[in-house]
């Protein structure tokens, strides 16, 4: 089995449908070519970062224009740099 495995203090991302809406509140659907590329994705692999803070299948916000696109084996990845990480989504309870 071959798989991806980011380099130096790069963390994988596996982008996906499930971040973006196709919808307004209004109900109006929007083309994929007026969305908004999304920021957020799941963590799918993490370099040799020390102390990462994430883990893999996390889901993070990163920078908008961050990071380098490739598709591998029909899925849609993002290799961004540790750095460019700016929070990660957890689930809290409710008050």
Same mark, same amino acid.
């Given at each position: 089995?071959?798989?991806?495995?980011?380099?130096? /203090?790069?963390?994988?991302l596996?982008q @996906? +449908?499930e971040?973006?809406e196709? %919808?307004?509140a !209004?109900?109006?659907?929007?083309?994929?070519?007026a969305?908004?590329?999304?920021?957020?994705?799941?963590?799918?692999a993490?370099?040799n970062? /020390?102390n990462?803070?994430i883990?893999? @299948? +996390?889901?993070?916000?990163?920078? %908008?224009y961050? !990071?380098?696109?490739?598709a591998?084996?029909g899925r849609?990845?993002?290799?961004?740099?540790?750095?460019?990480?700016?929070a990660k989504?957890? /689930?809290?309870?409710?008050?």
């Amino acid at each position: 089995m071959k798989e991806l495995q980011p380099l130096n /203090e790069y963390v994988l991302l596996e982008q @996906g +449908d499930e971040f973006t809406e196709s %919808k307004t509140a !209004g109900g109006i659907i929007i083309p994929d070519t007026a969305k908004e590329k999304p920021q957020i994705a799941r963590v799918t692999a993490i370099g040799n970062v /020390e102390n990462p803070g994430i883990s893999v @299948g +996390d889901v993070v916000v990163y920078k %908008k224009y961050s !990071g380098t696109e490739m598709a591998y084996e029909g899925r849609k990845f993002l290799f961004v740099p540790y750095a460019d990480l700016l929070a990660k989504i957890v /689930e809290t309870e409710k008050i």
